[in-house]
């Protein structure tokens, strides 16, 4: 067989191919891409603008929720009824997956941030969520955790789109006498150039400490993507992403 019918060859059915880069399910047009990306914008400002409704649980919570149901609105209208793609049923390999994707997330974070606390003598931005959470009594702490998980469905579509557009011009882009595989090299770009759009967004939360946000955010949301990359289901990050928000959220509750 040839290297080009081997590089041809259809992806086994326990993990397939990632979607739309090459045209399966379907190709996206530049119009659809823009739709994607304005509707990222737009479930972004959506998040920010619910905090002028105030501190308490419900526009923290609309806040949230408008976050994650724009976003799979945007990929809804993207991609048509090919949108669920990316969101393949979760067998006990993706939970797994996830769930180890969640704990070495955590590691990562820890070991980083500790060197930025060090780095900076201790100068560092709290998450906001958490000292909110504080304050909260359980209702509103179980409204604070449905929100956050709607979130977070949001949080990794903002991710994908970026990634499987990065995928989509890299794969296209790269030349094949580069030293390394073009579809390898396609990956590793969407997946750095993903977790730095990533990283950005959350800067406002973190009064705007480059450092600390591009190195913590953007270390942990490299780890939150991987479970994707290995499993092609975007289920198994967002497990991930809600097991180790959920723990580090409860964690600090528990400790206080």
């Not at 990306?37 to 479930?43: I, K, P, Q, S, T």
């Not at 304050?135 to 449905?146: E, I, N, Q, T, V």
């Not at 991710?159 to 989509?168: H, N």
Request: with cysteine.
């Amino acid at each position: 067989m040839s290297t080009a019918q081997a590089g041809a060859r259809a992806p086994s059915p326990a993990c397939p191919d990632f979607p739309f880069y090459d045209g399966r399910p379907r190709r996206l047009a530049p119009t659809a891409w823009a739709i994607a990306f304005a509707m990222c914008a737009l479930a972004f400002a959506a998040l920010q603008a619910a905090t002028l409704l105030g501190p308490g649980p419900w526009p923290t919570f609309l806040g949230m929720a408008a976050f994650g149901l724009i976003n799979l609105t945007g990929l809804r209208l993207a991609a048509g009824r090919d949108w669920a793609a990316a969101f393949r049923r979760p067998g006990w390999r993706d939970v797994a997956v996830g769930l180890a994707g969640a704990l070495a997330c955590m590691l990562a974070s820890a070991a980083v941030a500790s060197l930025i606390y060090g780095a900076t003598h201790g100068a560092v931005a709290a998450n906001p969520i958490t000292e909110r959470a504080a304050r909260l009594d359980a209702a509103g702490l179980a409204l604070l955790l449905a929100g956050s998980a709607i979130q977070l469905v949001g949080e990794e579509v903002i991710t994908l789109v970026p990634f499987l557009a990065i995928l989509t011009v890299a794969t296209g882009r790269l030349h094949s006498g580069s030293r390394l595989p073009r579809r390898p090299a396609a990956i590793g770009l969407a997946w750095v150039g993903s977790a730095l759009v990533f990283a950005a967004l959350h800067l406002p939360t973190y009064d705007w400490r480059i450092v600390q946000t591009l190195a913590v955010i953007g270390v942990a949301r490299l780890v939150l993507t991987a479970p994707y990359l290995i499993t092609r289901n975007l289920w198994s990050s967002v497990i991930a992403h809600v097991a180790n928000d959920w723990t580090l959220m409860l964690g600090l509750l528990a400790l206080r």
